[in-house]
Antibody, heavy 117, light 108 residues
Framework: EVQLVESGGGLVQPGGSLRLSCVAS????????MNWVRQAPGKGLEWVSY????????YYADSVKGRFTISRDNAKNSVSLQMNSLRDEDTAVYYC??????????WGQGTLVTVSS | QSALTQPASVSGSPGQSITISCTGT?????????VSWYQHHPGRAPKLMIY???NRPSGVPDRFSGSKSGNTASLTISGLQAEDEADYYC????????FGGGTKLTVL
């Protein structure tokens, strides 16, 4: 059974940093690209970042480019999102999602990030 | 990376059919067969319902169907059931990934 479990969310002040992690199980992790998707309170889903299975290809939404860094450790079946220079508008539930030929076929339950002073 | 355009809300009675539209441009919906739809119940993980415009993953009821014409994709749910009440999002991929703004489906 495919499982994705996010962790690392919490309360952080504006300008601060946070690192999210997602641990995967139930599939050959290195064979799949992974994404981070977020949902701000009362808003819709917003794609944040993508990383290919080999880490060779990495993409970011314009809203986080230069502040967030995605990475993965295939030996530990994990993908991470380092978030720096956090802003109020980064407050959201962050989901990791498996990318299977340009569809998000499995999602985690999400982890809440709150940016507030 | 503009969001795709969806109606904010749709509603229908049990047993009826509804259609949710998703309008983009030639650069996303119109130029890609990688259009997918997701069901999201608040507090739960989103769920893939349709991929590559009209394909259903195993386990998704055949009451759910997808189509595309030009720059507009559509999700149709026939035989509405109470458990279909949720938020629905379309997504497309060309040079990158983008979601629609979401549509709240209310089953009356």
């Amino acid at each position: 059974e495919v499982q994705l479990v996010e962790s690392g969310g919490g309360l952080v002040q504006p300008g601060g940093s946070l690192r999210l992690s997602c641990v995967a199980s139930g599939f050959t992790f290195s064979s799949y690209a992974m994404n981070w998707v977020r949902q701000a309170p009362g808003k819709g889903l917003e794609w944040v970042s993508y990383i290919s299975g080999s880490s060779r290809s990495i993409y970011y939404a314009d809203s986080v480019k230069g502040r967030f860094t995605i990475s993965r450790d295939n030996a530990k079946n994990s993908v991470s999102l380092q978030m720096n220079s956090l802003r109020d508008e980064d407050t959201a539930v962050y989901y990791c999602a498996r990318d299977n030929w340009n569809k998000f076929d499995y999602w985690g339950q999400g982890t809440l990030v709150t940016v507030s002073s | 990376q503009s969001a795709l355009t969806q109606p904010a809300s749709v509603s229908g009675s049990p047993g009826q059919s509804i259609t949710i539209s998703c309008t983009g441009t030639n650069s996303d919906v119109g130029g890609s067969n990688y259009v997918s739809w997701y069901q999201h119940h608040p507090g739960r993980a989103p769920k893939l319902m349709i991929y590559e415009v009209s394909n259903r993953p195993s386990g998704v009821p055949d009451r759910f169907s997808g189509s595309k014409s030009g720059n507009t994709a559509s999700l149709t749910i026939s035989g509405l059931q109470a458990e279909d009440e949720a938020d629905y999002y379309c997504s497309s991929y060309t040079s990158n990934r983008v979601f629609g703004g979401g549509t709240k489906l209310t089953v009356l």
